[in-house]
């Protein structure tokens, strides 16, 4: 069974900085893309950032700039730095992987999600 365990979240004043990571653990034959996603009270989730098992990122536009995504695969772990946080990036933050048990077999993966509040 695999899970992906979140932290780092917290709470943090408006200009201040969080780094959330993201583990996989269990029987892993290899992770293709991962991602980190947000839901802020009374939204929709949205997409935050990814990144593949290349290297390549994409970031939604609000973030761009101030967020950087990273994992490494040798920890199976992606992680998110954030800084100059303000109120509006306040949300419970998931991480998304799609990870394959075997050649053949895949499936995609949400964290339990941490939550980050910023403060004015």
């Known amino acids: 069974q695999v899970q992906l365990v979140e932290s780092g979240g917290g709470l943090v004043q408006a200009g201040g900085s969080l780094r959330l990571s993201c583990a996989a653990s269990g029987n892993i034959f290899r992770i293709n893309a991962m991602g980190w996603y947000r839901q802020a009270p009374g939204k929709q989730r949205e997409l935050v950032a990814t990144i593949s098992s290349g290297g390549n990122t994409n970031y939604v536009e609000s973030v761009k700039g101030r967020f950087t995504i990273s994992r490494d695969n040798a920890k199976n772990t992606v992680y998110l730095q954030m800084n100059s946080l303000n109120p509006e990036d306040t949300a419970v933050y998931y991480c998304?992987?799609?990870?394959?048990?075997?050649?053949?077999?895949?499936?995609?993966?949400w964290g339990q999600g941490t939550q980050v509040t910023v403060s004015s």
């Open positions: 998304k992987a799609f990870i394959y048990y075997s050649f053949t077999q895949a499936q995609h993966l």
